[in-house]
């Protein structure tokens, strides 16, 4: 720092103790809220400390289910928001690099009508041609499948610039040796670009995983089959459960496990993660 | 733009952009262009048939009271997001790259929100301020301010703004902090020879390099509170009270999926469309400008 | 090991841009031959088309008799040293050198002997295990050597490989590379811009300038009997002194703008007007005798210890003018010297088209 001031130290220290609190309470809240009964969530004010009851939640939650939100086991929907995160996470991360290979590495015709065939797609987010998609789902028999709840989520423009990207900065020359080296395009796929792009690819599985995991909209519409829940989407229909007042406590517990595995995944690849959000989007 | 030495192979490229390509003409050509043309359809009830009306659902759309008020919900939403988050943002990130041992401490417990879903954060806070028991909705009582969303409109629009905000902070704050520390410290250096101030260093030599951050974070912002946040809405207050909080693709939802008006739901859908074009063509102009820098 | 012939080899870029223009050149087994010239003098697409990183548009190229227009990099038999090593880098010093071979279909006994074997000759025995980010320039280039040695090409190319290297590793990298071809006899065709190198590594050298080829032959013939203007200005440093004019009366002297520039012992025998007369700044003798003089205004003189350049104009005009003398000599501080060139180191060039006048 230029200058050394005692108070503007303590003012910002006061600055991020604030924000931290303002981040953190929410989901202290929703802890503390997961360890009581619910006869702790009938009246104000709630507790601000943990109860007794955390165990009996989470297990009641993990094996049985909210009963009025169909009943469906939140590590069932725990699971099928793991497949549906990684199905999406691996599908991207496939279908980008090809598409990211093939774009940088070979002259052909219409290459740039493919390239600004996947631009465009960064432009429209799914939300906001939601029912015509539906429509294509259900003509295509998709509603309720496994390949309907990833596939559709699979092209990515965002996953494919940044391999692109990262591909125009690999030296030429590399690709010259290898062909010298008598390396055809599928070998030097294999032994130079993969393994060069391996932080690459470890950086946007964090981002895609948190992407994937995340969904809510589309599952919501293209799944009314329980074995599909995911855990997201299933608290919505917790909290919005009709004529019966939600049970906080409950849904509570599983917004906790359903933030989990995210939350994890960046706090303990934090190095990672920042890079690869800071260096895809800029 | 590409290599100069390239492979020769006739086909094998085709194959490689094959998957992206087919699944991008299957689930989203295909559905926009669906979406073209039943904005100029009516449909009846049962789907049966159809008759062509040419633009007469956008007429009826720029007709309808509740439509242009989702309009302004919309966009007092997606201000408030973007201002909230970018100003508290930028003040953590300052503070944060002034601190120098803590930092990364300070970095981790600011950055998780990220990996929170949108639909989490807005059941949290839903279940924070909720009026009969929220410890928030609480405290404001005692400070004399009586909260109640499930009736208030503006309550509730309130609720969705500070919970979308929650969420986006994290990513508001990495860039920001991205932004500042590539910012030399040897001008800040000569600012303060120069006698600048704190405060006056700021504003005049950090915010205006700033420039190329805060504005791609304001676009990002405008899209995330536009678009992604319909799940939080969803989860929450389902665009209620009496549509105090129903965005254009809340209303999108509501007219195709619960309203099933399949043409006029189309006709908001291809509004969407022009509006993030609009978006992304601003943003483009934005980044030749940056190449230029 | 094999030869190498290229026939009117000309490459058009798109937008007709004309990088190498019918270029002729034979290279035999074993020689060392060096293409020199200025950057985008077409030098290095001229190699890359040899490696076949480059299309040919016409002419042939062929590798022992063969052509090879079209045939793939990875199948001309050839190896390459590129100027920034161009190793891959998340392999092993061993595995970079194994790659091409196990490529091939080579079985494993063979690549680990041949490996063994370039590794010893260029000292990385001990490294073979270490990935290229932990090996400092010289041993990088050094490893992308050894790549190209395993192969056991019929040809080895490089690409200014002594480009990325400071000053004083260089001038060891080239010792070591001139040894490396002696004892491997392999055929080398080696692109750099600097003269000096080529000067010292080639048997051959091939001058190019604007995609074209000006002058092929050993160091010693370029730099003695430059066939045009731009190889004599190319070849020796500093470089080459010009003088231009017109011979005035008798044929004896040579006049610029109404004012004599130089001045010979006899008529130099030649018709025509004007000249271009070149002088080397090491031949150029600060002393009233010798059989072309010319009187020379100093400006300022370097120092560079086993030698001296003196720095100046021509008395006459403002072409200027360089002189090289031994750095004990010890000159007269005068402003105006009077300086002697003997007949055999004088060149002559048409003004027009550059080219060699033989007197």
Known sequence: MVENRPLANILTHAVLILGVFFLCFPVWMALVASTHGPEAMARAPIPLWFGDQGLANYREILSGGVAHAGGVPVGKMMLNSLLMALGITFGKIAVSLLAAFAIVYFRFPFRMGFFWMIFVTLMLPVEVRILPTYDVMVKLGMLNTWSGLIVPLIASATATFLFRQFFLTIPDELVEAARIDRAGPMRFFWDILLPLSRTNIAAIFIILFIYGWNQYLWPLIITNDEDLYTVVMGISRMVNAGESRPVWHLIMATSVLAMLPPVLVVLAMQRLFVKGLVETEK | ?293 | MAHLSLKSLTKVYPGNVTAVEAADLDVADGEFVVLVGPSGCGKSTMLRMIAGLERITSGTLKIDDKVVNDVEPGHRNIAMVFQNYALYPHMSVRRNMAYGLKNEGKPKAEIEARINEAAQMLRLTEYLDRKPRQLSGGQRQRVAMGRAIVRQPAVFLFDEPLSNLDAKLRTELRAELKALHDRLRGTFVYVTHDQVEAMSLADRIVVMNAGRIEQIGAPIALYSRPETRFVAEFIGSPAMNFVEGVLGEGGAVLVSEGREVLQFDRPIGLAGSGFVVGLRPEHMKPSKGGFARLRFRRVFDEQLGADTLIHGTLDSGPTRVILRVDGALHLPDAERLEVGVAREHLHLFDPKTGLRIDT
């Open chain 2, 1 to 293: 733009m590409q290599k100069r030495v390239t492979f020769n192979t006739k086909t094998l490229p085709y194959l490689l952009v094959g998957p992206q390509i087919a699944v991008t003409l299957v689930f989203f050509f295909w559905p926009s262009w669906q979406a073209l043309e039943s904005a100029l359809y009516i449909e009846d009830a049962f789907g049966l048939s159809r008759d062509f009306v040419g633009l007469r659902n956008f007429r009826d759309l720029l007709n309808d009271d509740v439509y242009l008020a989702s309009f302004g919900v919309s966009f007092f939403f997606g201000i408030a997001v973007t201002f909230l988050t970018m100003a508290l943002a930028l003040a953590l990130a300052s503070a944060a790259n002034r601190v120098l041992r803590a930092a990364t401490a300070y970095r981790t417990m600011l950055i998780w929100p990220y990996a929170v879903a949108p639909a989490l954060a807005g059941v949290i806070w839903y279940f924070l301020m909720n009026p009969s028991l929220g410890i928030a909705s609480y405290w404001l009582d005692a400070v004399g301010v009586d909260w109640n969303h499930y009736v208030n409109g503006d309550q509730a629009l309130l609720l969705v703004i500070i919970a979308a905000s929650w969420k986006q902070i994290s990513y508001n704050f990495l860039f920001f902090l991205a932004g500042l520390q590539s910012i030399p410290q040897s001008l800040i250096e000569a600012a303060a020879i120069d006698r600048a101030g704190p405060m006056r260093r700021f504003w005049t030599i950090i915010f205006p390099l700033l420039t190329p951050t805060t504005f791609f974070l304001l676009v990002v912002n405008l899209v995330y509170a536009f678009f992604d946040t319909f799940s939080l809405i969803h989860a929450t207050t389902q665009g209620g009270p009496a549509n105090a909080t129903s965005t254009l693709v809340v209303k999108v939802y509501q007219t195709g999926f619960v309203g099933q008006d399949y043409g006029s739901s189309a006709a908001q859908s291809v509004i969407l469309m022009a509006i993030v074009i609009a978006m992304t063509f601003v943003q483009f102009r934005y980044i030749d400008r940056r190449v230029n820098y």
